[in-house]
Each structure stands twice: as C-alpha cells, then as structure tokens.
Nanobody
C-alpha cells in the first residue's frame, strides 16, 4: 500500500525559509501528479501547489507565487516544497497528496481529486 510521509515543518520567523519533503512508498509514484495543500485552524484545506507526473508543469495558488517552488525527484519517490519569504499567514498544517488519476496533463487544484494523503507537517511562521 502506498503511503506518503511529510517532513520538514517547523517554527520560523517571517521572511525565513523551510523545505518540506514528501516521501512516497511504492512503485507508482512517478506516474502521478502530486500536490501540496494546507489547512489553517478554522479554515478549509486549500490548494498550494501541484506538479505533473514528470515535473514538466507546476501550478501555484496566487498567494505563494514567486515564494514557493514545488519539485520532485522520481528516482527518490519524493516531492518537495521550497518555501521562501514566509509570512505569518502561511502558518498551517501542510499536506502532500497524490492525484487520483495517473499522468494528468493538468492536475486538479481541488482536494477531492486527490486520493492519497500524508499525515501533515506543521509550519508556524512568527511575526
């Protein structure tokens, strides 16, 4: 059974950086688009970024464009989220997720279209 495990969260001051990692077990990682989502207390889970199965295309929510970078290493079954210039409003639990369908040309930004989720990693940005 495929599992996703996030790591790299923590406490950082505003303006700082963190790099999240999501390691996947199983052989099918490279066939699927991957996404990062986040959920702040009292708010719905929101899309942050996604990347196609081969890393050829990436998509971001407007609020993180120019600050966050999603990437993947299919040889290591890992997807990353590099977060720079962090702001207090970036504080949330961050989740990685696998697309429901393999080889999506344009991955969804909707949480319901992702079928496999990690346990989440807390990111806290202090002012």
């Amino acid at each position: 059974q495929v599992q996703l495990v996030e790591s790299g969260g923590g406490l950082v001051q505003a303006g700082g950086s963190l790099r999240l990692s999501c390691a996947a077990s199983g052989r099918t990682f490279s066939a699927y688009a991957m996404g990062w989502f986040r959920q702040a207390p009292g708010k719905e889970r929101e899309f942050v970024a996604c990347i196609t199965w081969n890393g050829g295309r990436t998509y971001y929510v407007d609020s993180v464009k120019g600050r966050f970078t999603i990437s993947r290493d299919n040889a290591k079954n890992t997807v990353y989220l590099q977060m720079n210039s962090l702001k207090p409003e970036d504080t949330a639990v961050y989740y990685c997720a696998r697309d429901r369908y393999p080889a999506s040309v344009v991955p969804s930004t909707t949480p319901g279209e992702y079928e496999l989720w990690g346990q989440g990693t807390q990111v806290t940005v202090s002012a």
